[in-house]
T-cell receptor, first 112, second 113 residues
Framework: GESVGLHLPTLSVQEGDNSIINCAYSNSASDYFIWYKQESGKGPQFIIDIRSNMDKRQGQRVTVLLNKTVKHLSLQIAATQPGDSAVYFCAEGTGTASKLTFGTGTRLQVTL | DTGVSQDPRHKITKRGQNVTFRCDPISEHNRLYWYRQTLGQGPEFLTYFQNEAQLEKSRLLSDRFSAERPKGSFSTLEIQRTEQGDSAMYLC???????????FGPGTRLLVL
């Protein structure tokens, strides 16, 4: 299949370990942040989102942390599984249901 | 499957030809977005609609590109006089205002020869 990202930063983790994917954003006015997972040949799949009035949000096996002071976002995946292998994008938005601006993406490789 | 569908999934065309893509959003969603993604990059915003009104267009959307959402349901994106630089994945997403989450379709992969 085709590759989503050919020269992306890559994070390799062993199955069962925790993964942390980082993202820096640039627009101080952004108030909504979202993480997507994209597998090869597919569209981005929603993982978790967070608004700027929060600094942490948890989902199933995933946690998003937001540090507005340094404009940094992270995605933590607990007990990483082979099915988590994909490219992960952070995206930011401003206002209600606005367009999203995506980061460059990180490829997560899960080794057995 | 998010419920957003796109057709066709793949399109190969010759330079100079016109192409049209279709997006069917999740049925109750009132916002529909188009993005373009090239290899190694994140999606880039092109345009979005609220119901049938086109509310914003990116500077990436040259005058060869036109998008419509005539009845506030499905949308079409047309590219006239295609160029090799138009080769990309064209992604559609939808959301239900005022909720933020945008759900993406599988994309249409365009290759211009």
């Amino acid at each position: 299949g085709e590759s989503v990202g050919l020269h992306l930063p890559t994070l390799s983790v062993q199955e069962g370990d925790n993964s942390i994917i980082n993202c820096a954003y640039s627009n101080s006015a952004s108030d909504y942040f979202i993480w997507y997972k994209q597998e090869s040949g597919k569209g981005p799949q929603f993982i978790i989102d967070i608004r700027s009035n929060m600094d942490k949000r948890q989902g199933q096996r995933v946690t998003v942390l937001l540090n507005k002071t340094v404009k940094h976002l992270s995605l933590q995946i607990a007990a990483t599984q082979p099915g988590d292998s994909a490219v992960y994008f952070c995206a930011e938005g401003t206002g209600t249901a606005s367009k999203l601006t995506f980061g460059t993406g990180t490829r997560l490789q899960v080794t057995l | 499957d998010t419920g957003v569908s796109q057709d066709p999934r793949h399109k190969i065309t010759k330079r100079g030809q016109n192409v049209t893509f279709r997006c069917d959003p999740i049925s109750e969603h009132n916002r529909l977005y188009w993005y373009r993604q090239t290899l190694g990059q994140g999606p880039e915003f092109l345009t979005y609609f609220q119901n049938e009104a086109q509310l914003e267009k990116s500077r990436l959307l040259s005058d060869r590109f036109s998008a419509e959402r005539p009845k506030g349901s499905f949308s079409t994106l047309e590219i006239q006089r295609t160029e090799q630089g138009d080769s990309a994945m064209y992604l559609c997403a939808s959301s239900l205002v005022p909720r933020e989450t945008q759900y993406f379709g599988p994309g249409t992969r365009l290759l211009v020869l």
